[in-house]
């Protein structure tokens, strides 16, 4: 197997500028045939734009990026002739039929006229569409117009997929749905790179990567991610009102950093049972209610929240 085929993304010091702003700051990554891997991060952390740069729709300022064995700067319409891509507005036309969108992307994709009737059915029964061909993608529920765009984005069996905030404004079920169908591509051997915003999605990947302000935090799989040593133990707290706990929160000793999670607040803390033992009274004494307060394990939220901290905390401000 060719390394172009075992590792079909590389990216060495990607950096992309707009003017004076940095989107992109020295990132780098190599990602091997069948991998999951997700880009985690918040709006604005840089996720599309490193898309973007892979994909060749645009020009890195600094440093390469390798796709299917092509150089993107080089040739970025070599390198789109293997991937399939497919952003968050699901890149469809509404005022075409499922069926018409099928064929145009077909012909956009130079899919041979042999195959083509087969990779439209695929496609179709893929989408959970059959019998639908003929409807306007106008009147599809958001859930199968994502599938759809999906099955438009790999009508021409690329090795590799590109998915830009797929799941963006879709439904919790339809969300699960879409991804069991990128597992099954990928356990065809396709390497699929997705970005998204949702934290609990990175459970689905194979490896994550943590985004935030242009720069590459952290990268490696769920269960690692949520290993690392936060410097503490996490607590869980639910209390009334949360604003007044806060701020007793940050005068209280051993506690090294409060986050809002919902309607609660996570607490790291030095020791567990120690904080479990004072917090209470503490925050009793300023007229905070405490409800609920007990020790938890990380999740990929709470590893985001404080090596992003920690990388603003050393780094400053980008220009």
Not at 128 to 157: F, M, P, Y
Request: glycine content about 10%.
């Amino acid at each position: 197997m060719t390394a172009a085929l075992e590792t079909p993304i590389i990216a060495q010091d990607l950096v992309k500028r707009f003017g004076r702003f940095t989107a992109v700051d020295h990132v780098s990554l190599r990602i091997a045939r069948g991998e999951i891997v997700g880009f985690l991060g918040p709006n604005g952390a840089g996720k599309s734009t490193v898309i973007r740069m892979l994909c060749g729709l645009l020009r890195p300022t600094e440093g390469r990026a390798v796709v299917a064995g092509i150089d993107v700067a080089h040739d970025p319409e070599g390198v789109r002739e293997h991937i399939g891509y497919m952003s968050q507005k699901f890149s469809l036309y509404t005022d075409l039929t499922v069926g018409e969108n099928l064929r145009f992307f077909g012909g956009i994709y130079r899919v041979p006229h042999a195959l083509l009737a087969e990779r439209i059915r695929f496609s179709v029964e893929m989408a959970g569409l059959t019998g639908r061909e003929d409807h306007l993608v106008s009147t599809l529920a958001g859930g199968w117009k994502q599938r759809l765009a999906l099955g438009c984005a790999i009508l021409h069996r690329p090795p590799i997929l590109f998915l830009d905030e797929p799941t963006s404004g879709v439904d919790p079920e339809s969300r699960r749905r879409f991804w069991d169908l990128i597992h099954a591509l990928a356990a065809e051997g396709i390497t699929v790179l997705v970005t998204t915003h949702y934290m609990d999605e990175a459970e689905y990947c194979h490896r994550v990567a943590l985004i935030d302000r242009g720069r590459l935090i952290d990268m490696a799989s769920p269960g690692a991610l949520k290993k690392r040593k936060l410097g503490g133990d996490l607590l869980v707290l639910e209390c009334d009102p949360i604003g007044a706990a806060v701020t007793a929160l940050q005068e209280a000793p051993g506690v090294g950093d409060v986050a809002v999670f919902g309607n609660a607040l996570h607490l790291l803390v030095e020791d567990a049972t120690a904080a479990l033992s004072t917090l209470p009274d503490h925050l009793a004494r300023r007229g905070v209610a405490v409800a609920r307060i007990e020790r938890i394990e990380p999740t990929i939220e709470d590893v985001f929240v404080q090596l992003v901290g920690t990388s603003s905390a050393g780094q400053g401000t980008r220009p």
